[in-house]
């Protein structure tokens, strides 16, 4: 029997914090704004929302993968941002899909496509619904008659695997779980975790350019592809698979980070790696930030490439509840499949500890070191994240987060500007100071990718457009610093004004182009990317 997701929060149902995990998540924040408690909205049931009658009805050939069903048409409304919460805790589901296609094969797919084209319908492809950025939300413009939301979970098989070659052939509707037990059995992994592993497909993660559990070289989901098969409403792209290539701009690039704006991801060949067996993993704290971003920069250039290389500021440590709220601290991690990691280790302890790094040096060698101590805290604290949102909305908190990247000579102005542009911006919209922290979720040789997480406590009443204030203000900063507007978010609906101004005309131009051949009636997730007709 399959589980039920939640109408508004990250999982399933029955998945989340416990009820004192909750209080105690409440109670830190109620003490960080100094109240008293806070005034909790409830979320309505879903026979309490009321739906429009959906616009267009599935034709015969198509009632067997297609449903009106308030309950699917709800749950395929949203993603999984702050906004997406704010509006589910309202009731307000204007803009969800007048139908749900369950995908079950590429047949179904092409035909799906084929009956928005000539029904004048918008199709919002959907994987995991794990977008932080508008991309699954039927916002589609007033040029379409109605939307239909694909969802791709049916087509989630292992097709093919090369031991050989350490690469497998995988269906795009295939979740993280699922796909890591499948090459499990074959002492295989593709050793990509984003923190929404849970849900995401791997289309959805090649479709947004995932970044995933490296810190270092293999950061994105990129790094792994080797070959898609994307199915157009023009028809069938597929490149060739092969270890490397210089015929050309790579076809490949077209749909990675393509976001269901050209097509959908039906297949993909996907390079693997033996499991790991040796691991070491600690902690380094420092006093101050500038020694720790010294030494996250001197290890990232050292060549000794680290699994994690993750920074986190004295308040994002606070935040996620572990560290002693004052030190800035280092999670280093390495692992192999082939040898023991220990004079890696070694090696990179001695350089944090050149620029002033603190760390206990027998939990350093300890064989379970990834997995307890405050590495421990910081693996558990990062899986249980995704479900502080529901709880802090529903008690009017802002707290949300966004991301970039920037080379390491521009660091210290952006992240000084950003952070004191963000303290006033929550004082400016909530009237009360709030919060500021960073980490860096990935390190390259030439920069890094900080993290920012910005919270505020706001109005019941206002909160949709407090966030949308902050929004553009921290959006606005990035670029301005010379930043990317996401380094793995996605762009979705919510960053597309900041992504146009990112890339260049003649591109944005070219875009378009290929969009018109691929896509010639626009359906495909309209305002994503390229702006809707």
Partial sequence: ????????????????????????????????????????????????????????????????????????????????????????????????????????????VANVLDWAADAGAAVIPYGGGTSVVGGVEAVIGGSFKAAISLDLSGLDQILEIDRTSLSARMQGGIKGPALEAGLRQHGLTMRHFPQSFELATLGGMIATRSGGHFATVYTHIDDLVANVRCLTPSGVVESRRLPG???????????????????????????????????????????????????????????????????????????????????????????????????????????????????????????????????????????????????????????????????????????????????????????????????????????PAPYYTFVGLGRQDALLEQWSELKMRASDAVIEHGGTITHHHAVGRDHMPWYERQIPMAFQNTLKAAKQVLDPAGVMNPGVLVAAR
């Fill in 1 to 108: 029997m399959s589980r039920q997701l939640k109408l508004c929060g990250w999982g399933y149902e029955g998945d989340g914090l416990t009820g004192a995990e909750e209080a105690g998540l409440l109670e830190t924040y109620a003490g960080r704004f100094d109240v008293d408690a806070f005034e909790r909205t409830k979320m309505p049931a879903a026979e309490q929302i009321e739906l429009s009658a959906p616009r267009i009805a599935p034709p015969d050939t198509l009632a067997s993968i297609c449903t009106t069903s308030p309950v699917d048409r709800l749950l395929h409304c949203y993603g999984q941002s702050f906004p997406d919460y704010v509006k589910t805790f309202a009731g307000d589901f204007s803009t969800a899909p007048d139908v749900v296609a369950y995908a079950k094969s590429e047949t179904d």
């Fill in 245 to 447: 290539s210089g015929a050309g701009p790579s076809p490949d690039r077209l749909f990675i980070g393509s976001e269901g704006a050209l097509g959908i991801i039906t297949e993909a060949w996907m390079r693997l790696r033996e499991r790991p067996s040796f691991r070491a993993a600690t902690t380094v704290l420092f006093n101050d930030l500038e020694t720790a971003v010294d030494a996250v920069r001197l290890v990232s250039q050292s060549g000794l490439f680290p699994a994690n290389l993750r920074l986190l500021d004295a308040n994002e440590a606070g935040l996620s509840g572990f560290g002693d709220g004052i030190s800035h601290l280092v999670v280093l991690a390495f692992e192999s499949a082939d040898h023991p990691v220990d004079a890696w280790m070694a090696r990179a302890l001695e350089i944090c500890a050149s620029c002033g790094g603190r760390y206990d040096a027998d939990a350093a060698k300890d064989p379970d070191s990834h997995k307890s101590g405050d590495t421990g805290a910081w693996r558990t604290a990062f899986i249980k994240m995704p479900h502080f949102r529901a709880p802090l909305v529903s008690a009017g908190i802002i707290h949300d987060t966004f991301e970039t990247a920037i080379t390491w000579d521009r660091f210290e102005d952006m992240h000084t500007g950003i952070t004191t542009k963000m303290h006033q911006a929550l004082k400016d919209v909530t009237g009360k100071a709030g919060y500021v922290s960073t980490r860096f979720t990935h390190v390259y040789p030439d920069g």
